[in-house]
């Protein structure tokens, strides 16, 4: 069926669809086909992809070696639903996961599948370290984002997203994140208060954190930083949560975020593009120690997405040698260079390049500024989004195989827009 030549209408999600809907409306087009860093509308008119499906397609759209694996599975009448029964894919997602990725790294985990989605791997983390803690209360940090259902959105920090929920969000305690206020040490602050009996403060089960917060506004943690929130939690019995949904499966150069920092954590949160080819996916990495679950304790009806398993194993093969992280961060460094290059061009942006790998961002002191080069990028042929709390931050997050011509080509749309937005005469786009 050609889709395209059936629905050419944007009219059709105006009126059908609920109000909810963000990116049909970011992006006022109907896409039709999608290649690698490229997407194509039904009009025919091409873009380059900055976004990624927010982090989920690090490794392009339609990737031929993942589509080739799909098709002969598909073909095959392999189990497309299992629950979590045992099936080929999931045996050669497990093996592969712990031969390239784990045991070269020495780490000892169990591999839960918790669930399709980011927050489904959120709201197991927060359930295992209650569980075996005994305790209740987590740290959480400003500007976090965990996901959108209760537990996770507990330990959110936006202020519109935590409103939907329409109930109290409790259980949770919100600390000061690396660098969010200039002088003063959050983390000494919380084991002050820790240390107390007076304070009030109960004994946390665990601290969650991203080391590069995403939807927050690209806000990157020191290694330092995360070494001394790693030393704290064990010199107290807290477990320490990495939600590496966003910043996890290479985006910042590594395949894990906190690699560089030298920290283990007692939990991991992996989705997004663990799948590899955007498929629902999530695991969640437990120590063994603490992998305390009775069967069927947190479980789903689809999480067992073979599909997703099949192309999950391909993209591991990424991650074989080094080579695949040295080429994120050169590209890392084309793109580091022409934004800081942008900002000391253009200081009426008022402008901050923020970020580590290829999830990077410029952050605009001037309200709504970042949102309109968002818009203009996009009449030029660029996808790219915004974040953080009042959507200040220009986010770039191309997928990990986009080439250094596209690069080149986004950032000068970007560029372009840059000057039509701040009504340079030069302006092309």
């Given at each position: 069926m050609?889709?395209?030549?059936q629905?050419?209408?944007?009219?059709?999600?105006?009126?059908l669809e609920?109000?909810?809907?963000?990116?049909?409306?970011s992006?006022?087009t109907i896409?039709?086909?999608?290649?690698?860093?490229e997407?194509?509308?039904v009009?025919?008119n091409?873009?380059?992809?900055?976004?990624?499906?927010?982090?989920?397609?690090?490794?392009?759209h339609?990737?031929?070696?993942?589509?080739?694996?799909?098709?002969?599975?598909?073909?095959?009448?392999g189990?497309l639903?299992?629950l979590?029964?045992?099936?080929?894919?999931?045996?050669?997602?497990?093996?592969?996961?712990?031969?390239?990725i784990?045991?070269?790294?020495?780490m000892?985990?169990?591999?839960?599948?918790?669930?399709?989605?980011?927050?489904?791997?959120?709201?197991?983390?927060?359930?295992?370290?209650?569980?075996v803690?005994?305790?209740?209360?987590?740290?959480?940090?400003?500007?976090?984002f965990?996901?959108?259902?209760?537990?996770?959105?507990?330990?959110?920090g936006?202020a519109?997203?935590?409103?939907g929920?329409?109930?109290?969000l409790?259980?949770?305690?919100?600390?000061?994140y690396?660098d969010?206020?200039?002088?003063?040490?959050?983390l000494?602050?919380?084991?002050?208060?820790?240390?107390?009996?007076?304070?009030?403060?109960?004994?946390?089960?665990?601290?969650i954190?991203?080391t590069v917060?995403?939807?927050?506004?690209?806000?990157?943690?020191?290694?330092?930083?995360?070494?001394?929130?790693?030393?704290l939690?064990?010199?107290?019995g807290?477990?320490?949560?990495?939600?590496?949904?966003q910043?996890?499966?290479?985006?910042?150069?590594?395949?894990?975020?906190?690699e560089?920092?030298?920290?283990?954590?007692?939990?991991?949160?992996?989705?997004?593009?663990?799948?590899?080819?955007?498929?629902?996916?999530?695991?969640?990495?437990?120590?063994?120690?603490?992998?305390q679950?009775?069967?069927?304790?947190?479980?789903?009806t689809?999480?067992?997405?073979n599909?997703?398993f099949?192309?999950?194993?391909?993209?591991?093969?990424?991650?074989k040698?080094e080579?695949f992280?040295?080429?994120?961060?050169?590209?890392?460094?084309?793109?580091?260079?022409?934004?800081?290059?942008?900002?000391?061009?253009?200081?009426?942006?008022?402008?901050?390049v923020?970020?580590?790998?290829?999830?990077?961002?410029i952050?605009s002191?001037?309200?709504?500024?970042?949102?309109?080069?968002?818009?203009?990028?996009?009449?030029?042929?660029?996808?790219?989004?915004?974040s953080?709390?009042?959507?200040e931050?220009?986010?770039?997050?191309?997928?990990?195989?986009?080439?250094?011509?596209?690069?080149?080509?986004?950032?000068?749309?970007i560029?372009?827009?840059?000057?039509?937005?701040?009504?340079?005469?030069?302006?092309?786009?």
């Open positions: 050609n889709y395209s030549n629905h050419t209408d944007m009219s059709v999600f105006e009126n609920s109000s909810v809907r963000s990116y049909s409306r992006f006022p896409f039709e086909r999608a290649k690698g860093h997407l194509w509308d009009n025919g091409s873009y380059i992809d900055f976004f990624a499906g927010a982090g989920a397609l690090n490794y392009g339609n990737h031929s070696d993942m589509q080739e694996r799909l098709i002969e599975y598909i073909q095959s009448d189990l639903h299992s979590d029964m045992a099936t080929g894919p999931r045996a050669e997602f497990l093996q592969t996961f712990h031969d390239v784990l045991e070269p790294r020495g000892d985990y169990k591999v839960m599948f918790p669930g399709p989605t980011g927050t489904n791997t959120v709201e197991s983390a927060l359930k295992i370290a209650r569980k803690t005994g305790r209740e209360k987590v740290v959480t940090f400003t500007n976090a965990h996901g959108m259902t209760i537990g996770a959105l507990s330990v959110t936006n519109f997203k935590r409103h929920a329409g109930i109290p409790t259980y949770s305690m919100a600390m000061p690396d969010y206020m200039d002088g003063f040490d959050s000494n602050y919380l084991e002050k208060m820790i240390e107390d009996d007076g304070s009030g403060i109960d004994l946390p089960a665990a601290v954190l991203e917060q995403g939807e927050g506004g690209i806000n990157a943690a020191s290694f330092e930083w995360l070494k001394k929130v790693e030393e939690c064990q010199r107290h807290i477990f320490l949560i990495i939600d590496d949904v910043a996890g499966c290479g985006r910042t150069g590594t395949f894990f975020s906190f560089k920092a030298g920290i283990s954590p007692d939990v991991i949160c992996l989705s997004k593009s663990i799948s590899g080819s955007g498929l629902p996916m999530a695991i969640t990495l437990i120590k063994p120690d603490y992998d679950w009775g069967p069927g304790e947190h479980n789903g689809f999480r067992g997405n599909l997703a099949v192309t999950a194993s391909e993209a591991l093969k990424y991650w040698s080579e992280s040295t080429s994120i961060q050169k590209k890392s460094e084309i793109f580091q260079k022409r934004l800081h290059e942008f900002v000391e061009s253009y200081p009426e942006l008022e402008g901050e923020r970020g580590r790998g290829l999830m990077l961002g952050a002191e001037k309200p709504g500024l970042s949102g309109q080069i968002a818009e203009r990028a996009f009449a030029g042929g660029l996808i790219v989004e915004t953080g709390p009042d959507d931050v220009l986010k770039f997050l191309p997928p990990l195989i986009i080439d250094e011509e596209a690069i080149t080509k986004g950032l000068d749309i560029e372009d827009s840059i000057k039509a937005v701040l009504g340079k005469e030069e302006a092309k786009v």
